[in-house]
């Protein structure tokens, strides 16, 4: 069948339908000139009744149509409640994000307690800044006065210098080896000219244990002559 425009005319699924019954029709019409004796030579007359297209036909293909419909307005409803929540969702967010800015702007913060200043360590108490002395018998006199006075023993320079004149002219070193002390065992040493038992029972603390040693030998001796004196002022000859 040809359509009156240019072109190969489409069948639809009513057309196939309609074709189908007009061959059923043809058919029995050809088996009926069959099966009569006597008339083959004739040509029967059938007549053939249109096929009337009927909402019954039309049927299938509106349901498919509508079930396609359906389906398209579910798919695009179904995405209208995602986009509708989504959107619900990310308002809320928005929502509470924007009330705890809120809250934390009136909410005053509390500064941290200040620490407590670590109480100032006590300076170090600075080291005594030792005295110095000549190495002559200038400041062993000198450096001898200051032991004695932190020791509360009397002498004054004067005395302590010409009692040294005289016993042994400022030597160090001198000995008496001729004297009843000599004699003795226990010779006179030193600046002073003091013998040993004499110079250990008189040491002066914070001084040498050596006789020879010109500050321990001045000490000792000006002990013993507070002593025994009341002062090394007070010695004038042999003591």
């Known amino acids: 069948m ?35 004796p006597g008339q083959a030579t004739e040509t029967p007359s059938i ?31 179904a995405k209208k409640k995602a986009d509708a929540a989504a959107k619900a969702k990310a308002d809320k967010a928005r929502a509470d994000q924007q009330a705890a800015s ?16 670590a109480p ?7 080291a005594p800044v030792k005295k110095a002395y000549a190495d002559n018998l200038d400041g062993w006199i000198k450096e001898s006065l200051d032991i004695l006075k932190s020791k509360n023993i009397p002498a004054t320079y004067e005395g ?11 030597n160090p070193r001198a000995i008496n080896d001729w004297d009843i002390n000599a004699a003795n065992g226990v010779p006179s040493k030193g600046l002073l000219q003091i013998i040993d038992p004499t110079f250990k029972a008189y040491h002066v603390e914070g001084t040498s244990w050596d006789p020879y040693d010109p500050v321990a030998n001045i000490t000792a001796s000006c ?16 003591y």
């Open 120 to 126: 100032a360590k006590p300076a170090a108490p600075a």
């Open 223 to 238: 002990n013993y002559a507070a002593d025994k004196y009341g002062s090394m002022d007070n010695v004038n000859s042999a």
């Open 160 to 170: 302590i210098k010409r009692n040294v004149m005289r016993e042994s002219t400022g």
């Open 2 to 36: 040809r359509s009156t425009t240019t072109g190969t005319a489409r069948l639809t699924k009513t057309h196939k339908l309609s074709a189908a019954g007009i061959t059923v029709a043809m058919g029995a019409a050809a088996l009926a000139m069959a099966v009569t």
């Open 47 to 77: 007549a053939v009744k249109p096929v009337a297209w009927t909402t019954t036909d039309l049927g299938a293909h509106d349901h498919i149509t509508q079930q396609a419909k359906t389906t398209a307005a579910d798919a695009a409803e």
């Open 102 to 117: 809120r809250s934390q702007a009136r909410t005053p913060v509390k500064p941290a307690p200040a620490k407590p200043a």
